[in-house]
């Protein structure tokens, strides 16, 4: 019995080592083109791995090409911005959808669901529409504007305030709190560990996101890492070394986040159940 299930236990870690392993790749392939010629980049023999010289001229190319002071600046920007939207305002509509009852809840709740289940490149011409009629193109609010609410976080902060006991409701408003007081003392802070969930899915979602900055925002001034990345590769060449470089400057600030709240981001995915 103790052997089958030594052996059992043996096929699980292997599985999950080469999972990891298979994870890691892109990653390491990034980290080791950073270092090679565009030569070595782009030559078709698979059995070549690491660099013959380790090479700095990819870095020291994009650093004075790219002002990585002011994209990390606009991207940090575009996070906070967007986490502090989005867990404001899905706090507020989670409690609502979850714990109050009033006429057409249910048909606003369905809406909200559409918006999950639909592609989100379908909204990106009435957001531009939108944005351009505002004449925000081109600014932080122009960037941050599919982000100010969120139906994935109205749906997580729902889900949670449905978890909690009504009697604690009972409990506050036989203490006088009306329904603002009951949300702003009493649910609100019971929720917290959906709101760092919420968090850290909102700042990656909006460290990762390429289509809509490079829609509404042709500026240098305003643009974010993902966008500049974009940017380095040319229609008919591009220049590897220089382009993995990049990308790899632009993972240090997710890497230092994810050191500093790793356990906020384990946390996070298993409070969500949702995958990153």
Excluded at 1 to 8: A, H, V
Excluded at 176 to 184: E, H, P, R, V, Y
Aim: glycine letters at 6%.
């Amino acid at each position: 019995m103790d052997k089958n299930r030594k052996i059992k236990s043996g096929i699980i870690y292997l599985i999950l080592v080469i999972g990891s392993v298979i994870m890691l790749v892109p990653f390491l392939w990034m980290f080791l083109t950073a270092f090679k010629s565009t030569s070595e980049a782009t030559q078709m023999n698979p059995f070549i791995i690491f660099p013959t010289v380790w090479r700095k001229e990819a870095f020291l190319s994009v650093v004075s090409k790219m002002n990585f002071l002011r994209l990390y600046w606009n991207t940090l920007l575009l996070i906070v911005e967007r986490v502090i939207c989005a867990v404001l305002t899905a706090t507020m509509a989670g409690y609502a959808f979850g714990r109050l009852h009033f006429r057409g809840k249910n048909l606003a709740f369905s809406l909200v669901l559409f918006q999950m289940m639909v592609p989100s490149q379908i909204f990106i011409i009435p957001q531009y529409l939108m944005v351009s009629r505002l004449g925000m193109l081109n600014t932080s609010f122009g960037l941050l504007f599919p982000g100010l609410v969120t139906a994935f976080g109205t749906f997580l902060l729902r889900q949670a305030y449905m978890g909690l006991p009504s009697s604690l409701e009972e409990a506050a408003r036989l203490d006088g709190c009306n329904i603002g007081q009951t949300f702003l003392y009493v649910m609100a802070p019971l929720t917290k560990s959906s709101m760092v969930a919420l968090g850290i899915f909102t700042a990656l979602f909006g460290f990762k996101e390429l289509m809509w900055p490079l829609v509404v925002n042709t500026e240098q001034n305003t643009m974010p890492l993902s966008a500049a990345l974009a940017k380095l590769q040319g229609q008919f060449e591009t220049n590897y070394p220089e382009l993995m470089a990049a990308s790899l400057l632009a993972c240090i600030p997710m890497i230092i986040i994810y050191l500093i709240f790793q356990k906020q981001f384990i946390e996070g995915i298993a409070t969500s159940g949702g995958k990153l």
